[in-house]
């Protein structure tokens, strides 16, 4: 079993900076990719930064420029670096982390999401 959690969330006043953990822990070959999400209230989840196996990285629109998506060492822990948070940002932040399983010569990529952290912006 693979289990992904967050931390970090609060609340923060408008300009303020944020940063977000994701530990992924559980029987896995590695981590292909990972990826924050965020669902304000009474939106659609949001795909807001991914950071694939090599290094990659990729922002939406609303973000870019603002969030830092990075991993320590290991690659088992993923962060989202938040700064000049703007109100709209509030929500519910998940990590989706996708990972490879070899399991009797057969390979899958399934992917695991956390429960979320809760980020506030005031303004």
């Known amino acids: 079993q693979v289990h992904v959690a967050e931390s970090g969330g609060g609340l923060v006043q408008a300009g303020g900076s944020l940063r977000l953990s994701c530990a992924v822990s559980?029987?896995?070959?590695?981590?292909?990719?990972s990826n924050w999400y965020h669902k304000a209230p009474e939106k659609e989840r949001e795909l807001v930064a991914m950071?694939?196996?090599?290094?990659?990285?990729k922002y939406s629109d609303s973000v870019k420029g603002r969030f830092t998506i990075s991993r320590d060492n290991t690659g088992n822990l993923a962060f989202l670096q938040m700064n000049n948070l703007k109100p709209e940002d509030t929500g519910v932040y998940f990590c989706?982390?996708?990972?490879?399983?070899?399991?009797?010569?057969?390979?899958?990529?399934?992917?695991?999401w956390g429960q979320g952290t809760q980020v506030t912006v005031s303004s």
């Open positions: 559980g029987r896995f070959s590695e981590i292909h990719s």
């Open positions: 950071m694939t196996r090599d290094g990659s990285t």
């Open positions: 989706r982390i996708e990972v490879l399983i070899i399991e009797q010569g057969r390979a899958t990529w399934p992917g695991y």
